[in-house]
């Protein structure tokens, strides 16, 4: 039998604790009918007001966590009282609001330059202190969204990058555990309170292989954690460009009756269905981000993003997953961003995120450091014009730079375009800077036969063939970048033949309907004839 692995690290508190391993990274987003209070509407409208009624809520709860705390707790939860209700911050965020930004993104940005500032101070009591700031910050959206941070198993051995002040305070230590930090600092809010209470916690292990329920030792005296067999810290990974095709790299799963490599992937619509991942049988083709955030606090919260994406890319393995960035706007309202005056119908998909780029900057952080974890891919939506690629990469640029700077570990994925306006499929020669594409033809059918989106598969089937050409014509033009399918087109066996003959080999459809596109698949040939004794 393999025997355990011990991990080398720093010790920030002593003794010694065993438990099973509680990964916060790895939290569950709940769906949105799992969430309390169904509409989020109610929470987000009001514009500051709303803000303020949050940081209201927040000072209550760190109230409530100081009552009978010892002096040492009570000194870090009012630090955090104080910086709630520090008029310096409220002064930065209401300056930002009256320049037409969004009051959650407002307070997102005011606090993430605090904590920029914090994380390069000289001194590693002051960089130990942006865990405090990204607290308050993070407790303040999940009263704006509804989704206060829940509490962790007792005796469990909390794993993570870093662990938050008031979530040590409010969680029961007397049935033991302990903690194991990937980054850490000795010098940090949570270093000195576990050691008050006597709470075994290491820091700078780097990230390490575990699962959520894993036996794991933390050693507080050695410095060290114990984990199980076949568990082992993880290479750290350089940011870096993946390669541009790097969404067709493995070989096709399935072959046509001529031989022709085909890869079929699964479209993910909703976060339940990421346990239902099977590795083993398919990527990701197409993952709705928008399916993830109920409300415009969700949006604002990237380490709550951070976790979804990495969820799945974990859960994919070695298999490709293109992740989708929001596509909000027009008949997609996300609540809380119905007031905004530049909204307008025809502002959706990159369009809305160009406009409103604090809600761009946050996904791409998220997505940028969610890389690191597996294969991504990074799509774009409703695009029309190159320039707005071009926009996109350029931002996602500037918030690599920014993750640098904070030595935050990410990776430049490879960004493309969702195919779905006509008219940029009619011009797919000029997007030089989109690293593949991928045919969206829900929306492609209702923009080229002026009929509606949903519910009207009579006007679909009579525009079949008009989509199916322009789609023949746009490959042409792709100029060999890689090109696949995700819309409902793609999952239809009737069109494979005309999808096949346009040179697609890379087919994303919904899981239930894999069964289907692959039987159909095999009797034909690359070029869509029917093999021969079929």
């Known amino acids: 039998m393999a025997e355990p692995h011990r991990l080398k690290a720093k010790s920030a508190s002593p003794g010694i604790a065993s438990g099973p391993a509680f990964l916060a990274e790895e939290l569950k987003a709940p769906s949105a009918a799992e969430r309390p209070g169904a509409d989020p509407a109610p929470q987000i409208a009001g514009g500051y007001g709303a803000l303020e009624k949050a940081i209201d809520i927040s000072i209550g709860e760190l109230e409530r966590l100081a009552e009978g705390a010892d002096a040492e707790s009570r000194d870090i939860i009012d630090f955090q009282i104080e910086v709630l209700r520090d008029p310096s911050i409220a002064e930065a965020t209401g300056a930002r609001t009256e320049a037409d930004e969004n009051v959650v993104f407002a307070w997102v940005a005011t606090l993430d330059a605090y904590i920029g500032e914090l994380e390069t101070a000289d001194e590693e009591q002051m960089r130990a202190r942006a865990v405090d700031i990204l607290d308050i910050k993070n407790r303040v959206l999940g009263a704006l969204a509804g989704t206060p941070t829940a509490d962790f ?248 730079e920014k993750l640098g700077r904070r030595a935050l570990l990410h990776r430049m994925p490879p960004i493309g375009m969702m195919v779905e306006v006509p008219a940029a499929a009619l011009m797919l020669d000029t997007f030089g800077s989109a690293a593949f594409f991928s045919f969206g033809t829900n929306d492609l059918t209702q923009y080229l036969a002026a009929s509606a989106r949903e519910g009207n598969d009579a006007d679909a089937g009579k525009a079949a063939p008009a989509v199916l050409r322009l789609i023949e014509q746009a490959v042409k033009l792709a100029g060999g970048k890689p090109v696949s399918i995700c819309g409902d087109m793609a999952g239809d066996p009737r069109y494979l033949p005309r999808l096949l003959a346009a040179g697609l080999r890379h087919f994303s459809v919904a899981p239930t309907g894999r069964p289907a596109i692959r039987s159909a698949m095999v009797g034909l040939n690359a070029d869509g004839t029917r093999a021969a004794g079929e």
């Open 153 to 400: 198993p007792p005796g469990s051995v909390f794993v993570g990058k870093d662990m938050e002040p008031s979530r040590f305070l409010a969680h029961d230590w007397s049935k033991g555990g302990g903690i194991a930090l990937f980054s850490g600092s000795t010098a940090g809010h949570v270093a000195l309170l576990a050691r008050a209470k006597s709470v075994p916690m290491v820091v700078g292990t780097g990230r390490f292989s575990a699962e959520d329920g894993d036996p794991i030792r933390v050693d507080g005296d050695a410095g060290a954690v114990v984990l199980q067999a076949g568990r082992m810290p993880i290479p750290p990974q350089a940011p870096a460009q993946a390669p541009a095709g790097d969404m067709q790299t493995e070989s096709g799963e399935l072959r046509t009756a001529d031989g022709v490599p085909i890869l079929i992937s699964v479209n993910i619509n909703d976060t339940a269905e990421i346990d239902a991942l099977d590795p083993a049988t398919a990527g990701v083709g197409l993952m709705r981000s928008e399916f993830s955030v109920s409300s415009i606090a969700d949006a604002a919260n990237e380490e709550r993003q951070l976790a979804i994406y990495r969820r799945v890319l974990e859960q994919a393995g070695e298999r490709p997953v293109t992740i989708r960035m929001l596509d909000i706007g027009g008949d997609k309202p996300l609540a809380g961003l119905e007031d905004l005056p530049a909204l307008e119908p025809g502002l959706r998909g990159i369009r809305l995120l160009l406009a409103r780029p604090e809600i761009a900057r946050v996904q791409a952080r998220a997505l940028l450091r969610a890389a690191v974890f597996g294969k991504l891919s990074v799509m774009l939506p409703m695009v029309t014009y190159p320039d707005e690629v071009d926009r996109m990469r350029e931002l996602f640029r500037e918030e690599a």
